[in-house]
């Protein structure tokens, strides 16, 4: 009996010794990295929100259990060719995953790498919309692609019945792309964008107040504005010098400027002086208990970060602690799924190795594809609300805040979302009803537009450079009332003139014409002789 309860004693040792190393086959750390700009206004948020998230995780016993996330930072200051090398220097040490980086330019070297080595590379402000296709799949944006934001703008421009648009952007591929992702949806819309104004990075005062004058000579007085914080608010500065932002335009700037006003303390009146009666977009997220959470304990978070100005919490820092609860419940899947952390040496850069650059310190993460699956499938609820992923790659229920810039502050006019376009009732509450999308149901809050006016630019205005219709109208003696010229004022009148120029102000560009008096009012005039004076260029 004692002989067959020592053998139990052995069994259940051997069971506990199995179930030991099964738990303890996940690693103690898990070594990730992040990119930051810390001289920036996305990056400064950012960089506290992630601290944020990674200390919650570890602190959390239901997500990841019996492992730390070793996160890893680097500050970029703005500069793509240090974020390069930076992120090389991640791969060297086996990172399983980067958080990062803030440019879209930087994010389409670096998609590349992150193809070789199979290292997911999960940015929550990259948002080019070329960066979903199927030439990054490594890259997982963990916010709102662009091609949302201008397909916002486009139902903007429809609801207010601009036909035509101007649009001013920073000559990279974050600028040039959404540019023609935009261009795409104006034209299902049956509009169009007029005039492309671009400027280089790094633009001069003077070279984009350059811009600007060409602008202003265009017919469009509808202006979309995609740039970086730095040069947006730069045209903003010389388009008002210029009277740019003044009645009857009407401007457009996209979330670039919320994500630099809302983390403001204090709201710079002299800025906002710039740019009053401008419409602009922000990243709409719900109102969750993480959120809450994160909100409230802010203050104190800065505490921590010590060395920077105080700030507030921005949609983007919200963005940044889901990636970083992305990755934690992908990584929990991953090790559930039998996934180890190990790297090879990839056999392409053994070939060129020798050469002083050190690339056979680069190796493959082995479980990268495993581990991209798991990210592809999170579904829980975060900060920003619910985070899951569609079929493409982006993440569902995109929505952004209509926001008004008035006086000394901003208000927000209403919402979009690609469920319901354009309301005054937010996302969330229109999730829970049928999806109702018609003209009739697009309303927005009044809006006061730049001159302080609460009417509706008409979009247009006669341009500076165009070349005016000559418009032959005969000098009849009789039929007065359909055509007649006043011979002391030059004053042309009757039924078809007034036909003629309801049918103008109707169009939604303009027309710059001039009427020419032909006949000498005492005969009616030949009509044949007219025509061949416009056959043969000759003024009536």
């Not at 990295?33 to 016993?61: E, H, M, Y």
């Not at 091609?147 to 421009?157: E, P, R």
């Not at 700030?311 to 419940?329: I, P, R």
């Not at 050469?355 to 699956?373: C, T, Y």
Request: aromatic share 10%.
């Amino acid at each position: 009996m004692k002989f067959i309860f020592y053998l139990f004693s052995i069994f259940c040792c051997l069971c506990s010794c199995a179930q030991s190393q099964n738990i303890s086959g996940r690693p103690d750390a898990v070594r990730i990295g992040a990119q930051f700009a810390r001289n920036s206004t996305i990056g400064r948020v950012a960089a506290v929100a992630v601290l944020a998230a990674v200390n919650d995780i570890n602190n959390d016993s239901n997500i990841l259990p019996g492992t730390k996330l070793d996160l890893h930072m680097h500050d970029s200051s703005c500069n793509r060719f240090l974020g390069i090398v930076q992120a090389l220097q991640f791969m060297e040490k086996d990172t399983v995953a980067i958080i990062g980086p803030l440019s879209s330019t930087t994010a389409h070297v670096l998609s590349h790498l992150a193809n070789e080595l199979h290292v997911p590379l999960m940015s929550f402000s990259a948002t080019d919309p070329t960066l979903s296709s199927l030439e990054y799949p490594f890259f997982v944006r963990t916010t709102v692609s662009d091609q949302f934001q201008m397909t916002a703008v486009a139902d903007l421009v429809e609801y207010y019945g601009w036909k035509q648009v101007t649009t001013i952007f920073v000559d990279n591929d974050y600028g040039r792309n959404a540019i023609s992702s935009l261009g795409d949806e104006l034209s299902k819309r049956r509009s169009k964008i007029l005039y492309k104004a671009p400027f280089r990075p790094g633009a001069s005062n003077n070279e984009i107040a350059d811009v600007l004058i060409k602008v202003a000579m265009m017919e469009s007085r509808v202006i979309i504005l995609h740039a970086n914080p730095d040069s947006g608010l730069v045209v903003f500065q010389q388009a008002l010098k210029l009277g740019m932002v003044s009645n009857g335009y009407a401007w457009i700037a996209t979330d670039w400027l919320t994500s630099y006003l809302d983390p403001s303390v204090h709201l710079d009146i002299g800025l906002l002086s710039t740019m009053q009666g401008v419409l602009t977009l922000r990243h709409h997220t719900e109102n969750t208990r993480r959120k809450s959470m994160l909100s409230s304990k802010w203050s104190e978070l800065l505490k921590e970060d010590s060395g920077h100005s105080r700030f507030l919490l921005s949609t983007y820092g919200l963005y940044a602690y889901d990636t970083v609860w992305m990755l934690a419940h992908a990584l929990d899947a991953f090790f559930n799924s039998g996934g180890n952390i190990s790297f090879s040496p990839d056999p392409k850069l053994n070939e060129i190795s020798g050469r002083g650059l050190n690339l056979e310190a680069l190796s493959v993460f082995d479980g990268g594809q495993l581990l991209l699956e798991k990210i592809h499938q999170v579904d829980f609820l975060g900060a920003t609300g619910p985070v899951k992923f569609d079929s493409g790659g982006n993440l569902i229920q995109p929505a952004y805040d209509i926001v008004s810039i008035i006086g000394s502050g901003l208000r927000t006019v209403g919402y979009w979302s690609n469920y319901s376009g354009l309301s005054v009732i937010s996302p969330e509450t229109l999730y829970k009803k049928p999806a109702n999308r018609t003209r009739e149901t697009q309303k927005l809050h009044d809006v006061i537009w730049p001159g302080e006016t609460i009417n509706k630019p008409r979009g247009w205005v006669f341009p500076n450079n165009g070349n005016e219709i000559k418009i032959g109208v005969p000098d009849r003696v009789s039929y007065r009332q359909f055509v007649s010229v006043d011979s002391e004022t030059g004053m042309v009148r009757g039924l078809c003139i007034d036909v003629f120029v309801a049918a103008i102000n109707l169009l939604a560009y303009p027309v710059p014409y001039r009427f020419v008096p032909f006949g000498n009012n005492r005969e009616n005039p030949s009509y044949s002789e007219l025509i061949n004076k416009i056959i043969t260029d000759v003024s009536p």
